[in-house]
């Protein structure tokens, strides 16, 4: 098992532009891939910047999983969807690469955020991947969760 810690940060609302799909956990892996997959070859002109994998809860089962940027220069197609990042506290934890995705996660819900007693997770805010410009699957990038407390 990796070592994973967990920052507390303010972050800022942003507003994304992407594509997103329906998902739930026990089909994330291969939604949420085959997603990726379709926004980098169809979008990846906007691809040197920041991406954003957000996850929108839509029940205790299901959620909307968001492939996402800002698109600050207007070159993404009007057509594509927005999703919002709302300004709040979030808990921030590092992760070494892709392959390790599940298991911090696992870490966030049920080790750290079980253990706390000043943080609770925000069931109103969302969470998602913040992956730096020029990424690649080795490399490590972070997971936002919103919190309260």
Known sequence: MSEFTVT???????RLT??????NMAKAQEDCS???QRFCTDYAQVMPTASYGVTVMVNAEDFDYWAAVEDKDGRLPADLEHVDIPAGKYAVCGVP???????AYMFIFQNWLASQQTYAYDEQSLS????PSHWSVENPFEIYVGIKG
Do not use: T
Request: aromatic share 14%; proline share 4%; hydrophobic share 50%.
């Open 97 to 103: 690469n892709l392959a390790s995705i599940g298991e």
């Open 34 to 36: 085959a997603l990726w």
């Open 8 to 14: 507390i940060v303010e972050y800022p609302a942003k």
């Open 128 to 131: 998602f991947e913040l992956y």
């Open 18 to 23: 992407g594509i997103k799909v329906r998902s």
